[in-house]
């Protein structure tokens, strides 16, 4: 049995230990101490990394009390070395799992809401409640918490025996019956959990709310806690300030801004659609009526107007109408339409003879063709394939 220095001390990151088992894994090397302060994964929270001695330590797991070191080369059975954990990580990680807690106990305790699903990632956490709340409510939780950290309450961890253990009334996903250890902060929330957690709420610095969704009948919510709340800030002011410089307008009035741009682009893509609309019937004015296929290469107009143009060119032969938009070193955009042949029928046909991709109705058909303007105009000219 490995003796778990993180529940003695959950801010103790460099220590000293006897290697007491090596062997090699699927993931390297499997080493087992006689102690250690390297949290394996578990209660939500990932495992630790580090270094012992020249080692470097990339997973740690629990099983059957033996804790395993995942590492990167094998170290010699019955040597002590020193031992040290990632503590800017393990730090982040207390901060976001103890937020956690303050966040779901208050859930708990103002709407009786338990706490279903909780997952940490690299730079937020996700939290599953089974029952639905407002935006309204979540920020007042969230403000609450807020208050519990600038209280700096005590953060009591504890092994109570079973006795104790019956008369206390606490949030635990599992039913538990040995080894529960329990995590108190005062007033707030009382639960079972085995992560390393801050020894005072004031640790864990600003809990800030970001997204809600429903999520099976309940709400899943993102949260981002400490030093990971003040990098997500940062990002999010960066990009405020980088859009109020781009449109000329005060970080505050970025919003109205953005609406008032968004409204001149929808007044501009009608009209953009009326001036298509417009040069297509110009266009279509301008051909001749034919005996046979007409083929029309643009670079102008929009999907909806070369449509356009497709349905005025058909009206205008007996055959095919083709319009196709693009280069020879990208590829073509087409749209074909005919009122005398099944367009759908043949379209094998026609994709072979142009290069194409595409399909559609018997009147139209349309996609992408890999096939070269000289060679696109044969096909049509000749009616045949290229």
């Known amino acids: ?6 529940y003695e001390d959950s801010h103790l990151f460099a220590f000293s230990a006897l290697v007491t088992g090596c062997e090699a894994g699927k993931k390297g090397w499997l080493v087992t101490l006689d102690q250690t302060a390297f949290f394996p994964e ?6 630790d990394t580090g270094t012992i001695g020249p080692a470097r330590v990339t997973d740690v797991h629990e099983r059957e009390g033996r804790i395993l070191h995942y590492t990167d080369r094998a170290l010699p059975v019955g040597e002590r070395f020193d031992c040290e954990i990632d503590a800017e990580q393990r730090l982040r990680r207390m901060q976001n799992h103890s937020g956690e807690h303050i966040f779901s106990g208050l859930t708990h305790s103002r709407h009786g809401l338990e706490n279903v699903g909780f997952h940490m990632g690299s730079d937020c956490m996700t939290i599953d409640f089974d029952g639905e709340l407002s935006w309204e409510e979540l920020t007042e939780i969230e403000t609450e918490a807020n208050r519990v950290v600038r209280a700096d309450l005590p953060v009591r961890t504890w092994f109570p025996e079973a006795a104790e253990r019956k008369s206390l009334h606490y949030r635990s996903k599992l039913e538990l019956t040995e080894n529960v250890r329990l995590v108190e902060i005062p007033g707030v929330d009382l639960c079972a959990c085995c992560a390393p957690h801050v020894s005072r709420t004031g640790e864990v610095g600003l809990i800030k709310l970001l997204t809600a969704e429903r999520h099976r009948g309940g709400v899943r919510i993102t949260l981002v806690c400490g030093m990971d709340a003040l990098e997500e800030a940062r ?3 960066e ?3 980088a859009i109020s410089n781009l449109l000329s307008a005060k970080r505050d009035q970025v919003a109205p ?3 008032r741009l968004l409204e001149q682009q929808s007044a501009q893509k009608e009209r953009l659609a009326l001036l298509g609309t417009e040069l297509a019937r110009l266009r279509a004015a301008q051909i ?3 005996e046979g296929n007409l083929c029309v290469f643009d670079s102008v107009l929009d999907e909806i107007s070369l449509r356009e143009l497709v349905n005025l060119l058909a009206d205008k032969c007996t055959g095919m109408a083709g319009a196709f938009s693009g280069s020879d070193e990208t590829g073509y955009r087409y749209i074909i339409g005919s009122r005398h042949l099944d367009l759908r029928a043949d379209s094998r046909r026609i994709n072979a003879a142009i290069g194409g991709k595409g399909g559609g109705s018997p009147e139209m058909i349309q996609g992408r063709a890999s ?9 049509f000219e000749g009616g045949t394939e290229a």
């Open 239 to 241: 990009s405020v300030t």
């Open 1 to 6: 049995m490995t003796e778990k220095l993180y």
């Open 257 to 259: 801004a953005v609406e």
């Open 371 to 379: 096939g070269s303007e000289a060679q696109i105009r044969a096909f």
């Open 288 to 290: 001749p009526e034919t």
């Open 235 to 237: 990002r999010r002011q």
């Open 42 to 47: 578990g209660g939500g929270q990932p495992a």
